[in-house]
């Protein structure tokens, strides 16, 4: 790797496994310090299995193998206390934070007119609240350090167009669009990048979620009306999904000072799915 981030530290939500453990394991490939934060718990209303706090161990082991340091942290984003104590508990071995990967996040299928107001709020908390609550909690450490730095929000391809079947998703996805775009004003004057990556299908076990294998796979008028909307125009690798390390190529781009004039920029990571 190009050390492009040698002396830099990251800090990464939702790093116990998928695209989070792969951004993890990349930003550490180029030089980066890592701490890695997750839920760690299956508190979720969601089908699939969230991380645990051994697969976070896990992620931190492979950060060390890449001979940079790491610390785990067990905290929910919508949690906001949880947060300012993995701020209190980094701030003498990480005195600075150069880079800020919000990539926790939840998934789930659904009709709009079918979403129950608990699951709607839930997506919300977590995918919209808990970014902010994110932000809020690590953004100041970058602040301080005086050097600038790079926000990287994770947000999705249903955050610019929306897809069918992911209403509550999409709208908070929606949301991360436009909070980044405000971040990216506010926070120029002190040389910090905010951008999100929006990526198409990813071999995660968000978007394998088996609760809408309807809207993935058959000829029905939901598989026709999904696939329409959401099916990537570039060949996919077997399996017809990327691989979490393709989003972590962007994320460690926005990172770096390969991309110092970028700011406020959506850059969807997804085989042509916004071509459709």
């Given at each position: 790797?190009?050390?492009?981030?040698?002396?830099?530290?990251?800090?990464?939500?939702?790093?116990?496994?998928?695209q989070g453990r792969a951004h993890c394991v990349r930003l550490a490939a180029e030089g980066a310090d890592v701490i890695a934060v997750d839920l760690c718990a299956q508190t979720l209303d969601v089908a699939y299995p969230l991380g645990s706090w051994e697969r976070l161990r896990e992620t931190v082991a492979l950060v060390e193998a890449e001979g940079r340091r790491?610390?785990?942290?067990?905290?929910?984003?919508r949690d906001r206390d949880a947060l300012a104590a993995v701020v209190a508990d980094t701030e003498a071995e990480f005195?600075?934070?150069?880079?800020l990967v919000a990539n926790a996040g939840m998934g789930g299928y659904g009709r709009v007119l079918e979403t129950p107001i608990e699951r709607w709020q839930q997506i919300m908390d977590v995918n919209l609240t808990g970014t902010f609550n994110t932000i809020q909690a690590f953004a100041p450490r970058i602040v301080a350090?005086?050097?600038?730095?790079?926000?990287?929000?994770?947000?999705?391809?249903s955050g610019i167009k929306g897809l069918p079947f992911t209403g509550a998703y999409s709208a908070s996805k929606h949301g991360l669009?436009?909070?980044?775009?405000?971040?990216?004003q506010e926070l120029a004057e002190y040389s910090i990048r905010v951008n999100t990556v929006?990526?198409?299908?990813?071999?995660t076990p968000l978007t394998t979620d088996q609760t809408g294998p309807a809207l993935l796979q058959g000829d029905g008028p939901e598989a026709r009306l999904f696939l329409g909307s959401f099916a990537?125009?570039?060949?996919?690798?077997?399996?017809?999904?990327?691989?979490a390390t393709a989003i972590s190529d962007t994320v460690a781009w926005l990172a770096s000072d390969d991309s110092k004039w970028i700011t406020g920029l959506a850059v969807p990571v997804d085989g042509g799915v916004m071509v459709r």
């Open positions: 790797m190009s050390q492009r981030l040698a002396g830099k530290t990251a800090l990464i939500t939702g790093a116990a496994h998928g790491g610390f785990a942290a067990k905290a929910d984003i005195p600075t934070l150069d880079i350090g005086g050097n600038g730095g790079s926000i990287i929000i994770i947000s999705s391809v669009q436009g909070l980044a775009a405000v971040l990216a929006n990526p198409g299908p990813v071999a990537p125009m570039l060949p996919m690798p077997e399996g017809g999904f990327l691989d």
